[in-house]
């Protein structure tokens, strides 16, 4: 079973910063897709940036230039660096993994972790 525990949430002022972690454990198939997805209140699960095994990255129009999505595959690590944060990217941040094998498609997402930007 694959477990996704993120870390690194928490208070901030705007226009500061944060760096979410998020480390996969478990059986995980080497070609796969790691991302961030977050959910404010009221609101519907969206995408906010996503990385594959290859390195290609994918952002949400609302953070770009602003979040920067990393891995690191020999940790089976994804990051997310939040820089010059709005009060709009409060919301509860989510990872994600996804890869396909054998015709099979597999989805697993961590608990979440809050980001809260004061104004």
């Known amino acids: 079973q694959v477990q996704l525990v993120e870390s690194g949430g928490g208070l901030v002022q705007a226009g500061g910063s944060l760096r979410l972690s998020c480390v996969a454990s478990g059986s995980i198939f080497a070609i796969n897709v790691m991302g961030w997805y977050r959910q404010a209140p009221g609101k519907q699960r969206e995408l906010v940036a996503s990385?594959?095994?290859?390195?290609?990255?994918n952002y949400a129009d609302t953070v770009k230039g602003r979040f920067t999505i990393s891995r690191d595959s020999a940790k089976n690590t994804v990051y997310l660096q939040m820089n010059s944060l709005k009060p709009e990217d409060t919301a509860v941040y989510y990872c994600r993994l996804t890869y396909t094998r054998f015709l099979a498609e597999y989805d697993y997402w961590g608990q979440g972790t809050q980001v809260t930007v004061s104004s």
């Open positions: 990385i594959s095994s290859g390195g290609k990255t």
